[in-house]
């Protein structure tokens, strides 16, 4: 008995201990070869022989101009329309339709926002190739998250918060300013987080929206091509494997460093909040 | 009337119609995600009908040739190929994520948990690039040496969609099997039950809902993954005779030609994206049915 029991609990530990080496392996891999390929020139310098040699700085550019692109555009909306089905409506039908369409808009394949880009962003409003349209794109598959966390987190604020609110005298405006979003923050900076990081490693959306050209994008409306796209076409035409390595490494440092960086500071503020409300 | 003469007081009415019109426009920012969802539908439908005229939508559906240079398309091998890779994919990534999850919550030490869920969560945002890269550079040459062939195959983009589709399966089955209530595995244990009696009868089947949720996403995420699997997969359109034989899927169907397409051959691609959103949907209504 006792030793069917220590077996079912070491055959658990050995398939979790798996699956964990294997995920580690797959990251670990990649940056064991990249990081000697990294220094200062390798990051801020232009790549030479379509990506064959040189450094990577326009496509770290591109992708600093599609954060802030589908920041600005999925943050208002995602975070707005969470505001208005938690706060505003209480029509069952808007609610449902809302978050059914949210639903069907997060489960859209990537490659289908790209080919919804290419033939009416690009070809239909003729708005051409660009990052400002590569933002739109990444936007629209953001905001869904963006929402779905928002939501959630609006409906855990105690109802008793609200009224305390409009007891005191305060309008519709004042209570959401005030009271719900400082509290709502962590929860939707955490979503925030989520939906950005999910954008900036996405490359088939944008591979045929985005103009993928090598020159240093100026303004947002220049053709850029972004780190994940960079890689895919360093790895898949097989024009530089110790470039693709370094590529692949910075992409990965830069995700994990916003997920940690966001992380500890969801967490402080976390803390703060209940410190106070406590 | 009452509402008129304190308005003139204290500038009520600014104050209403400055509620009135913040609501409409949080109503306005609603709207433009149920107009995007409609426009995007409305948009693919379009460009795909000349596809559907052209070739039939059944002829399209189980068609088993597809050259775009004799107009011919067909796309029922890269179907084939969709279900296949993300049915072994998800063979490999079940068993695997879900007893991982049964550790991490049933068995594993406090501190252990609290130390790996952050790590599960980080790995769960590694771009799929990164996943399609390593399977270049790792899988696929050990494929190519047990197996034979190019390495790039139904095997290869399986084991590393498996691989990329772990962390969501894990962290969500560990959701699913936190929310079983304690009382239930004091009830159990009380009744003289083992660790695995206890696993096996009541928390697998009261988890059973969520972990089915889990699978799905999952799923959802292997069917619509595109550079990794156009990475691995080999993408020759012919129905494979064998794990080790390269195949289609369709997504990649779409990344691989939107480049130069044109004509039919380009509304053909956005049919393809219109079967693809229907096999989405299909999975999104069975979710719902078996998580009920």
Redesign the interface.
Known sequence: MKLKQNLTKSLFASSAAFTLLALGIVTGFIVVNGIHVIDWEFLFSLPKDSGSDGGIFPMILSTVYLILITGAISIPVGVGSAVYISQYTSNEKIINLVRFISQVLSSVPSIVFGLFGLAFLVFFLKMGWSIFVAGIVLSLMAIPTIFQVSEVTFQTIPEIYKEGCYAMGASKWQTITTVLLPIAIPGILTGIILAITRAISEAAAVMYVVGSSLDIPISIFDTGRPLPLHLYVLASEGISMSNAYGTATVLIIIVLSITLISNITVNHYQKRIMGCLN | MNLRRYSKKKGFLK?IR??YL??K???T??M???A??L??FA??VI?SLPAFGHSGFFNFLVGLRWSPDMNIFGIFPMIVGSILTTAISLIIAV???V??A???EE??PAKLKDY?K??????A??????????G???IAPIIRNIFGGSGFSILTASVVLA?MI??TI?SLSQDAIKSVPNQFREASFGLGS???QCIKYIILPTALPGIITAVILGM?RA?????AV??LAGNVSVIPSSLASPIRTL?SN??LE??YATGIHYSA??AT?VI??MV??V??IVSTLCSK
């Open positions: 104050l400055k509620e913040i609501e426009g949080f109503f920012l609603a433009v995600m149920i995007t969802v426009l995007m948009f693919v460009e068993p695997m994520s007893s991982c049964i550790y991490l068995m594993a790996f952050p790590v599960i969560q980080t790995l945002g590694i771009p799929s690039v990164i996943y399609g890269f390593f270049l550079t790792l691989l772990l962390p894990i083992t660790q695995w959802g069917v619509g993954e595109t550079l156009l990475m997504t779409i990344a939107m480049g691609l956005f994206g693809l959103f989405i949907m999975l999104m």
